[in-house]
């Protein structure tokens, strides 16, 4: 099967520079590779376009961040099987004949792969388990195991078909974060399988503009607003919704300080959203096949 790799880029020319030469490398002969700038005021087009015309570039006329960013990539993807990455990230050359095979089998969706940061810390699967009302998501103590919590969205391979039919990342979480464990967990809840391949390796240097471009105490917010969204829209678990009810008054009081009240903002701005992510979750619950906790059970026993 072929692949379209899909790069989302926003202001990042100089990551572009660094690193599509070694995506390039990994691209066998009848795949694709696709750029999305995302509004970018760098010359990031205008640079790919010159310097690796081979490149297909998707040039978004305003900025629609990460997730809608992507979906515009898979959507124009010519081949079936899609591998997302982050202008930050170097795949291995010999990548993509590890994650491939894994789509033979029809239940796939996704496959995650192996992390290296710049030190050589090993990162790529992901754990999780509800505590204190949230979901803790964190890197797994096993590297080397079959499946993972989500695969995440800077270096993972996905089914386009099943990718458009889950309706792709959800711009509920705009600007950023969460829109990878929400896929993968939706995924998931409806019976297919989030694989992990640790001998597809990519290099993750840490350099991404999503940062930069929401400043950090944003991030906080966004982050804190995205996990009450997450529950509100997935979790259908009766006792672990009652435990996240029971447990706002303590994050409220602890937690919003400890976090200078971005926790509060966070709330509150989850809450402006709080009727589309019930109208999503009304949506979705009559196809669930997996409960929250089969979900968690079957990547954390492995």
């Known amino acids: ?5 899909v790069i989302p880029n926003y202001n990042g020319k100089h990551l572009l520079q660094k690193h599509l030469p070694a995506v390039l490398a990994s691209a066998r002969g009848g795949d694709e590779v696709i750029v ?18 081979q490149v297909r570039v998707l040039v978004q006329q305003k900025n629609m961040r990460f997730a809608e960013a ?7 993807a010519k081949h079936p099987l899609v591998f997302l990455l982050n202008t930050d990230v170097s795949p291995e050359k010999d990548a993509l004949s590890y994650l491939v095979p894994h789509f033979e089998d029809k239940n796939v969706f996704a496959v995650g792969c192996l992390e290296l940061d710049d030190t050589g810390k090993q990162s790529g699967r992901s ?12 890197r797994a103590e096993n590297q080397n195991a079959p499946q993972t919590l989500w695969a995440a969205g800077g270096s993972m391979m996905v089914k386009k078909e099943l990718w458009e039919s889950l309706g792709g990342m959800d711009h509920l979480f705009r600007p950023a974060y969460y829109e990878d464990i929400d896929l993968s967990y939706r995924a998931q809840k409806l019976g297919y399988t989030v694989a992990f391949e640790p001998r597809a390796k990519v290099h993750h240097h840490h350099e991404s503009t999503n940062p930069s471009a929401l400043g ?8 804190f607003k995205n996990s009450f969204l997450f529950i509100w829209k997935n979790v259908t678990d009766t006792q672990l919704l009652i435990q996240h009810l029971l447990w706002l008054p303590y994050h409220f009081v602890i937690t919003g300080w400890r976090s200078s009240g971005f926790f509060v903002l966070g709330f509150f701005m989850a ?32």
């Open 127 to 138: 754990s999780g388990s509800f505590q204190r009302g949230f979901l803790i998501h964190k």
């Open 1 to 5: 099967m072929n692949v379209s790799f």
């Open 216 to 223: 950090k105490n944003q991030m906080h917010i966004y982050a």
């Open 36 to 53: 999305v700038d995302d509004a970018s005021t760098d010359g990031s087009a205008e640079f790919i376009k010159a310097t690796f015309p």
């Open 70 to 76: 992507c979906n515009a990539g898979v959507h124009a």
């Open 271 to 302: 809450l402006f959203q709080l009727p589309e992510a019930l109208h999503k979750r009304w949506l979705l619950q009559k196809r669930w096949k997996r409960t929250d906790k089969e979900v968690i059970n079957r990547v954390n026993a492995i």
